[in-house]
């Protein structure tokens, strides 16, 4: 819709319990622990922006669940590949800095 949104994201995730996802896991993160919370950052946004750029607004808005699947379904391929797993992705703050969809609110589903 060519509105400026800050969306919020709420990410919980952990090494996976199989023992690829704990190889690579340790091939990734062993020697850089702190890289765990970068990275999954950068992913995380890299997809929610590439997703959230093709919805409408108001979508984006009312139906945070249905973003939020989107996303975790999107970016768990690329954590799966890093040994992790997503536990539970959130849609938090929607933030119309236009005041445009201000009257909209959001599902509680």
Known sequence: DG????????????IGDDLESIANAARRFLDQPGDIEVLVDDVVRGHLRSIVGNLPT???????????????????????????VV?????????????????????DG
């Open 3 to 14: 509105v400026p949104l800050g969306v919020e994201v709420i990410v919980v995730y952990k």
């Open 58 to 84: 108001a979508k984006i808005i009312r139906d945070r669940g249905a973003v939020s699947a989107l996303v975790r379904e999107s970016c768990g391929v690329e954590m799966e590949k890093l040994g992790l």
């Open 87 to 107: 536990d539970a992705l959130q849609i938090g703050d929607v933030r119309d800095p236009s005041g445009a969809f201000s009257r909209l609110r959001p599902d």
